[in-house]
T-cell receptor
Framework: ETGVTQSPTHLIKTRGQQVTLRCSSQSGHNTVSWYQQALGQGPQFIFQYYREEENGRGNFPPRFSGLQFPNYSSELNVNALELDDSALYLC????????????FGQGTRLTVV | GESVGLHLPTLSVQEGDNSIINCAYSNSASDYFIWYKQESGKGPQFIIDIRSNMDKRQGQRVTVLLNKTVKHLSLQIAATQPGDSAVYFCAENIAGSARQLTFGSGTQLTVLP
């Protein structure tokens, strides 16, 4: 158990809809990163939040957005869902913005139909 | 673009034997590396990390070797057990890029009885 929890575990949405995924970071961690993992592939970095500010972004369009709250939990929002957005969405928490251990949650499986 | 790659997509070993999973990286600016284990339906599980100022690090039954000259990373698992069956990912972090981990596509390790 990493102490990183994500909700919901599974979700089915229709193309064009919007979705919000949630992540509670491990106690003592102030950094949350989000990743998208397509079936059979490695996770791809979406963005990172450190102390409630976006602190790095991968190659994802603006319809992928996020928030980090004062308790360091985080949300990932995806607007105008596309079929290719179907994937496992992973949240990783860590302490600080330097290279230290990053621990992942179990992920949210999003299916867009 | 530069990315992390793995030499073999699948690896089968006999229970009790040692396993070696290899990873090549191409970004010379990477200064931190992590190995993750991912079981089906779960998030990646942190195994061991290594910084670029080291060439070897040992954990419980695992050893990571880093060869910066040829940009190669390996994970050695001693006395492989059935519970070690999973997909293994190496991930790299480029210096100064927050904690944007770049993952390879993974190696499926199967432990044979």
């Amino acid at each position: 158990e990493t102490g990183v929890t994500q909700s919901p575990t599974h979700l089915i949405k229709t193309r064009g809809q919007q979705v919000t995924l949630r992540c509670s970071s491990q106690s003592g961690h102030n950094t949350v990163s989000w990743y998208q993992q397509a079936l059979g592939q490695g996770p791809q970095f979406i963005f990172q939040y450190y102390r409630e500010e976006e602190n790095g972004r991968g190659n994802f369009p603006p319809r992928f957005s996020g928030l980090q709250f004062p308790n360091y939990s985080s949300e990932l929002n995806v607007n105008a869902l596309e079929l290719d957005d179907s994937a496992l969405y992973l949240c990783a928490s860590s302490f600080g913005d330097m290279n230290t251990e990053a621990f992942f949650g179990q992920g949210t499986r999003l299916t867009v139909v | 673009g530069e990315s992390v790659g793995l030499h073999l997509p699948t690896l089968s070993v006999q229970e009790g034997d040692n396993s070696i999973i290899n990873c090549a990286y191409s970004n010379s600016a990477s200064d931190y590396f992590i190995w993750y284990k991912q079981e089906s339906g779960k998030g990646p599980q942190f195994i061991i990390d290594i910084r670029s100022n080291m060439d070897k690090r040992q954990g419980q039954r695992v050893t990571v070797l880093l060869n910066k000259t040829v940009k190669h990373l390996s994970l050695q698992i001693a006395a492989t057990q059935p519970g070690d069956s999973a997909v293994y990912f190496c991930a790299e972090n480029i210096a100064g890029s927050a904690r944007q981990l770049t993952f390879g596509s993974g190696t499926q390790l199967t432990v044979l009885p």
